[in-house]
């Protein structure tokens, strides 16, 4: 069992077939060398109901984002693009066949979906950051903290 999240989903992404193998797999922090990932928490309102004995529906927003080359060469683009439309497809297989993260005790997973696609930031003539932003909705027992 998990003690946190982050951690949760650091391994559950480790597992991921679409990742390249030889690239870092941080959290909060991505380099300015390209092929890079990192996991970032975004913040948020993490109870979505609350029940009269206690348990709740929560959600964590996270962002999977990685510093990849760019170039006006289309290809190079096309292929960030389509490393993310990959990654999309995997969570949304996984989340379909019920292969979501193992949390901590008390915590339920119940989804992870993909809030938006992949798309290009913080660019300059050799790399740039792409990102997708992602929730994973879980139930969480009364009474834990």
């Known amino acids: 069992m998990e003690t946190s999240i982050i951690k949760s989903l650091f391994r559950w992404f480790a597992d991921c077939d679409v990742l390249e193998v030889d690239n870092d797999l941080n959290v909060d922090y991505l380099g300015e060398d390209p092929e890079q990932y990192s996991i970032e928490v975004v913040p948020c309102k993490t109870v979505l109901k609350q029940y009269i004995d206690g348990s709740a529906k929560c959600q964590y927003l996270f962002i999977f984002a990685s510093r990849e080359n ?41 989804s992870v979906k993909v809030l938006s696609s992949g798309y290009a930031i913080d660019n300059d003539t050799k790399s740039a950051r ?5 929730q994973l909705k879980y139930t969480k027992i009364g009474g834990n903290k």
Do not use: H, V
Not at 78 to 104: S, T, V
Not at 130 to 134: A, R
């Open 130 to 134: 792409y990102q997708i932003q992602c």
């Open 70 to 110: 760019y170039s006006p060469d289309e290809s190079i683009n096309m292929a960030n693009l389509e490393f993310y439309e990959r990654l999309q497809e995997w969570i949304a297989e996984q989340d379909l066949n019920g292969k979501l993260p193992k949390l901590p005790e008390g915590l339920t997973p119940l």
